[in-house]
């Protein structure tokens, strides 16, 4: 199923929306396509035309992913810049716990 589906159908507590932001960029596919760059703060936010108002170009140049922690907490959820292109934005479907945390 899409994403979208995904989405769509999940009971979802406020708790849930950290473990659905892996989705969002899939989900929500169509309303970020004209940005190289998306992302999230928070619970509540999605971000798109970054403009590189949020890192540096060489530091946009060098990663996929940027947060401004490091690991093993770079995916804290504070703030998450994810470079817009499919291959990460399906990454998600890889994970070995994406049908129980979608089922949860």
């Known amino acids: 199923s899409s994403a979208?589906?995904?989405?769509?159908?999940?009971?979802?507590?406020t708790?849930?929306?950290?473990?659905?932001?892996?989705?969002?960029?899939?989900?929500?596919?169509g309303a970020l396509a004209q940005f190289d760059w998306w992302g999230h703060l928070q619970e509540d936010l999605v971000l798109g035309n970054l403009g590189g108002r949020f890192a540096s170009p060489g530091?946009?140049?060098?990663?996929?992913?940027?947060?401004?922690?490091g690991a093993?907490?770079?995916a804290s959820g504070v703030l998450m810049l994810y470079r817009?292109?499919?291959?990460?934005?399906t990454l998600w479907r890889q994970s070995a716990a994406a049908r129980r945390v979608l089922e949860s």
């Open 84 to 89: 817009n292109e499919h291959r990460l934005t």
């Open 59 to 69: 530091a946009l140049a060098a990663a996929d992913v940027l947060s401004p922690f």
């Open 72 to 74: 093993p907490h770079n």
């Open 4 to 13: 979208r589906e995904v989405l769509s159908t999940a009971k979802v507590s």
């Open 15 to 29: 708790a849930k929306t950290n473990d659905l932001k892996p989705l969002l960029g899939e989900a929500l596919a």
